[in-house]
Structures are given as C-alpha cells and as structure tokens.
C-alpha cells in the first residue's frame, strides 16, 4: 500500500480513469471525437507509469488526442458509420409523408414539423401557418435532419 501514497505513484491510475471516463462518454454521446479524448489520456496514463513529468504527461495528452483527431477521425467515422439507408432517396419512407406544421414556415428561415412523433426542421418555398399540412418532398442537403415540403391544398 506504500506504493499509492505518493502523487507521482497514482497519476497514472488517474489518467486510466479519465481516459475510462472518455470511452464511456462516447458511448453516451456518439460523436466520434470523445473517443480520442480517452484515448490520449490512456497514452498519457502510460508516460505517467513510467515516470514523466505532470507537464510532459499533458503535453503528452493534448499532442496525442489532436494527433488522432487530425489523422483518424475522418477515416474511422466511415468505417463506423456504414451505408445508411436515407442516402437514396427512394428508400426514405419519410418523402411523401404528410406532416403536420408545429412551428411556423417562414422563409428563409426554418419551421418544424411533427412526422412519426418527433419534430423535425422543415424548409419551404412559401410561408406555412402552425397547424397547416404539408407534404415532404425531400432532405434537405446540407441538412440530412430537415425536410423540404410544400403545402398540401
């Protein structure tokens, strides 16, 4: 028990545990950029356990966890993320739905609808009254969360 009496014998179990606490915190919230995060601060546990300093374990921390965000979140969010079924449009059931108006459309800005119980950012031409019926056409492209629709007669 000696052994964790001193500061410099546990920092290493203290970067373990945040770099733990990271990984869950992706789980949890699936950004794809926590995840680097933790893994840093296990690198920088490692530098710990053989006896660096507390400054050479941050600078450590913050050159791997930028080191990884730079050169593998690109790569390793494709390999995770897979083929989505709402890249082709013909296979989103959402396009012709009729949704009701929760939030009012006023272009340019951004209204939202209710479709299968959640709301959802909509787009339109013409400006849609809360309450109105509308129809989606399609996923907005730079927003894969939003609809355009138009106004049903």
Known sequence: MEYFNSMENILWLIWLGVGVAFLVAEFVMPAFIVIFFGVGAIIAGVTAFFGFSLQMQIVVFGAS???LILLLRKTMSTIFAGESALDEEETDSAIGALCEVVEPI???QT???KYLGSFW??????????GAMVRIIHRDEK?????IVEKEN
Do not use: E, Y
Request: net charge neutral.
């Open 65 to 67: 966890s930028l080191a």
């Open 106 to 108: 006023n272009p340019p």
């Open 111 to 113: 209204g939202r609808i």
């Open 121 to 130: 950012s909509a787009r339109c031409d013409h400006p849609v009254n809360v």
């Open 143 to 147: 927003d894969p969360n939003a609809f």
